[in-house]
C-alpha cells in the first residue's frame, strides 16, 4: 500500500482557513511556542507566536510516499481572528512505484496571510506555488470517460497521462462591507508547462478533438464574488456556514483558450452535541467557452481546487478522473472529539475522526450528452479516518476511501494523508 500526503497542490487549494504546515509524526518533536502569558492547559495565551517546522512525511494513492519538510509560523494576538498573521511553507518530492520507483511528483509552496489589514476590515492571502506531476491523468471529457478505444500502444501505462508542470501565484482580498456578506477579489496568474506522452488519450483528442491544454501558456484569471462566513473557527468549525459565490474569466496565451465562470461553495456545519459535528458542502461549477483542460477538472473561482476525484472531492476517486464543463459535488462528512484536548509538553493535541461520504457528477458540455452516458451516473466515495490538530493554526488528517472508480494499481482504496480538513 502506497502512503501519501498531498500537501495540496493546486490543491491546497484549499479554502483560506486552513495552515499548510501540518503533517506530523506521533514522534515528531513539538512545535516551539512563545507567549507573552500564561497559559492553561485548555486555553492558550492570547499574545504568542505558533511555530511549527516538521518534517512533510505523508502522500495518497495518486502519488505515492510523500517526503519534504514543511513550517507555519502564526502570530496570535489578543481578539484578532484567526490570527494576526501566518506564513507558511510546504518543499516536497513523492516517490511512487510506477514501472519502477522514482520520483513522481514536486510540489513547493510559500504562503503569507494577512487577515487584519485596516484595522480588520481586509484580509490579503497571498500564494506562490510550483508543482511538477509526471503522472497527472486525463481520460477524455464527460461523466462517461474512461480507459478503451485507444489503438495498442508501447507503452499503455502512459495513455491516460501527462505530465503536468505549473509555477502559480494567486492572491485573494476579501473586504469586509459592514453587512453580513464580505467582498471578495481575487487573481491567479499561472504559467502552465504540460508535456504528453506518445499515442496517449491527450494527443488523441488535442488532433481530433480539438481539446485545449496541451501546450504551454500563460494564464490569468480575475474573479469576484461575495462571501457569508459565521463560522465559529476556521481550522475546526463546529458551527456556521461558510459560503462563497463568484464568477470569473481567463484568458491564455496560447490555444485560443478564454472563458468564464459561475461557481458556488456552501458548507454547512451543525453542532449536534459535544463531541459530534455533522459538516456538509455542496460545490456548482459552471463554465462558459473555451477552457483547457485541466480546468475542466476543477472549479477555478475564488479557491480553486478539484471536483470529482482527489482528497479535496470525491475520496477514492483519482485525481483529475473526470473533467467536464459542469460540475457538482457534495461531501457529508461526520466529525467526532470525543477525547478531550490535552497538552504535551509546550503544545496542545486534539485528536478526532471522520467519516464521510462524497459524491459528484460531471456533464462534458451543453449540448455533447453522448459524452456523458444516459444514466445517473453519480460517481461516490465513502470512508473514514482521523484528524490531529496541533495547537491552534496546525492541522492534518489521515483518511481511507472506497469507491466503485477507485483503480489504485489494483487496490480497493484510496488513502490520503492530507492537510487541513477537506473543508
Known amino acids: 500500500m502506497t502512503l501519501s500526503a498531498l500537501a495540496r497542490r493546486k490543491c491546497l487549494t484549499l479554502l483560506s482557513g486552513v495552515a499548510l504546515a501540518a503533517p506530523v509524526a506521533a514522534h515528531a518533536a513539538p512545535s516551539v511556542v512563545a507567549t507573552s502569558e500564561p497559559a492553561s492547559a485548555d486555553q492558550p495565551a492570547p499574545r504568542r507566536y505558533e511555530f511549527l517546522?516538521?518534517?512533510?512525511?505523508g502522500g495518497n494513492s495518486d502519488i505515492g510516499v510523500e517526503l519534504g519538510v514543511a513550517f507555519t509560523?502564526?502570530?496570535f494576538y489578543d481578539q484578532a481572528r484567526p490570527y494576526q498573521w501566518l506564513l507558511g511553507g510546504v518543499?516536497?518530492?513523492?516517490?511512487?512505484?510506477?514501472?519502477?520507483f522514482r520520483a513522481v511528483q514536486q510540489f513547493h509552496v510559500l504562503r503569507f496571510d494577512l487577515p487584519n489589514l485596516f484595522s480588520g476590515r481586509v484580509r490579503i492571502d497571498n500564494?506562490?506555488?510550483?508543482?511538477?506531476?509526471?503522472?497527472?491523468h486525463y481520460y477524455g471529457l464527460g461523466n462517461a470517460s474512461g480507459p478503451g478505444g485507444l489503438p495498442p500502444s508501447p507503452n499503455p501505462a502512459r495513455q491516460y497521462e501527462y505530465t503536468a508542470q505549473e509555477l502559480r501565484l494567486r492572491s485573494l482580498a476579501r473586504i469586509k462591507t459592514g453587512t453580513p456578506f464580505d467582498a471578495a477579489i481575487a487573481a491567479n496568474l499561472r504559467y502552465e508547462m504540460p508535456s504528453t506522452y506518445a499515442d496517449s488519450k491527450l494527443?488523441?483528442?488535442?488532433?481530433?478533438?480539438?481539446?485545449?491544454?496541451?501546450?504551454?501558456?500563460?494564464?490569468?484569471?480575475?474573479?469576484?464574488?461575495?462571501?457569508?462566513?459565521?463560522?465559529d473557527g476556521e481550522f475546526v468549525p463546529r458551527r456556521g456556514v461558510y459560503y462563497q459565490l463568484g464568477t470569473s474569466g481567463t484568458l491564455g496565451s496560447a490555444e485560443r483558450v478564454a472563458y468564464g465562470e459561475a461557481a458556488g461553495v456552501f458548507s454547512t456545519y451543525f453542532f449536534i452535541a459535544p463531541p459530534v459535528?455533522?459538516?456538509?458542502?455542496?460545490?456548482?461549477?459552471?463554465?462558459?467557452g473555451r477552457a483547457p483542460f485541466y480546468d475542466l477538472q476543477q472549479t477555478n473561482v475564488l479557491n480553486p481546487q478539484y471536483m470529482v476525484g482527489s482528497d479535496r472531492g470525491v475520496r477514492g476517486v483519482g485525481l483529475g478522473r473526470y473533467a467536464g464543463h459542469i460540475k457538482?459535488?457534495?461531501n457529508y462528512e461526520l466529525r467526532t472529539t470525543f477525547i478531550p484536548r490535552f497538552r504535551v509538553a509546550a503544545w496542545q493535541l486534539q485528536i478526532g475522526t471522520t467519516t464521510f461520504f462524497d459524491a459528484g457528477r460531471v456533464w462534458s458540455d451543453y449540448d455533447t450528452p453522448e459524452l456523458d452516458g444516459n444514466s445517473l451516473g453519480v460517481k461516490y466515495g465513502f470512508g473514514g479516518g482521523f484528524f490531529f490538530q496541533w495547537d491552534q493554526s496546525s492541522v492534518f488528517r489521515v483518511e481511507v476511501a472506497r469507491s466503485p472508480d477507485t483503480h489504485y494499481d489494483g487496490l480497493p482504496f484510496g488513502f490520503y494523508v492530507a492537510n487541513g480538513l477537506i473543508f
Not at 483528442?205 to 463560522?231: E, N, W
Not at 459535528?277 to 462558459?288: D, G, K, N
Open 53 to 57: 517546522p516538521v518534517p512533510n512525511v
Open 73 to 75: 509560523l502564526a502570530r
Open 91 to 100: 518543499f516536497s518530492t513523492s516517490f511512487k512505484d510506477d514501472g519502477g
Open 127 to 136: 500564494r506562490l506555488n510550483f508543482s511538477r506531476n509526471i503522472i497527472a
Open 203 to 231: 494527443v488523441a483528442d488535442a488532433a481530433q478533438a480539438d481539446i485545449a491544454g496541451s501546450k504551454r501558456a500563460f494564464l490569468s484569471t480575475l474573479a469576484v464574488g461575495v462571501i457569508l462566513d459565521t463560522r
Open 277 to 288: 459535528t455533522l459538516a456538509t458542502r455542496v460545490i456548482a461549477s459552471f463554465q462558459f
Open 328 to 330: 457538482l459535488l457534495a
